[in-house]
């Protein structure tokens, strides 16, 4: 199952992927209709199934909906990249749902995700892969205030703490979480070329498909990950806050709130 699948390294993980898989699950927010050239790419690459599944991110029933429409079409996971992502907006946005537009495409969406799939992710004895970022290396994140109200607002910011709270979250899952759980790792899959890097960085990248084969790496290595983070390829020490206990517990907790529909804070 991979999220952000249309664009970018996403594009690129599932045409590399489509040839290896037996059913391929790929998300996107665009209508069927949208992608139809690209999904056909897919099927033709593919040696089994490839199906489409379309969601918004930028309301969490569509994440449950999602979750759902998996649940009811496999009875297993091998393996649940998340991938979606959205660079930081030119000024603060609110998701439907009350929260920072970047903190719940990018954080919130893939917790509640991976949350929903655990069991056929645990049923294949399987693995959760998160795409991350190198600028959560110099984030700060204030449980507190999760939704920026508080803080200074950046887009880079943003984006860059989103990112800090995904790979804690892999820290966190991996070692604080009531188990069974998954394996699970975090990844910076390199500065790559895409609109997202060039929507709030003017500099060059690499290519998607260096990018794409960093995920593969993590997804279908036969190490253990354990919540490591890794840089590319190689496993990484990260921002610090993620390796802190206490942190990850507190965030872990003002998730649970801002999943639970209690409001945004």
């Not at 030119?90 to 990018?106: H, K």
């Amino acid at each position: 199952m991979l999220t952000g699948a249309t664009s970018g390294i996403g594009h690129a993980t599932a045409r590399l992927l489509a040839p290896r898989t037996s059913r391929l699950f790929v998300h996107g927010p665009q209508r069927l209709s949208q992608i139809a050239g690209l999904l056909a790419d897919l099927r033709a690459a593919s040696r089994g199934e490839v199906h489409y599944v379309q969601a918004d991110f930028d309301h969490l029933a569509a994440v449950e909906k999602l979750a759902a429409e998996i649940t009811n079409r496999t009875d297993r996971v091998d393996v649940l990249v998340n991938n979606a992502g959205r660079p930081g907006p030119p000024r603060r946005t609110v998701s439907r749902d009350g929260n920072e537009a970047t903190l719940q495409a990018n954080y919130l969406a893939a917790v509640l995700l991976t949350e929903r799939l655990t069991p056929l992710v645990l049923a294949a004895d399987g693995r959760v892969v998160h795409v991350a970022s190198a600028t959560h290396l110099s984030a700060s994140l204030d449980p507190e205030d999760l939704n920026l109200e508080r803080s200074a607002y950046s887009p880079v910011v943003a984006y860059a703490r989103s990112k800090l709270a995904l790979v804690a979250h892999a820290r966190w899952l991996a070692e604080q979480a009531p188990r069974p759980q998954p394996d699970i790792v975090s990844l910076h899959p390199g500065i790559i070329s895409t609109s997202l890097l060039h929507a709030m960085f003017n500099i060059g990248g690499a290519s998607v498909q260096q990018g794409a084969r960093n995920v593969i790496h993590a997804a279908l290595c036969a190490n253990c990950w354990q919540g490591q983070y890794l840089d590319e390829t190689q496993p990484t020490p990260p921002n610090p806050a993620a390796l802190d206990g206490d942190f990850r517990r507190r965030l872990a907790e003002r998730t649970r709130h801002l999943l639970a529909g209690l409001g945004p804070g």
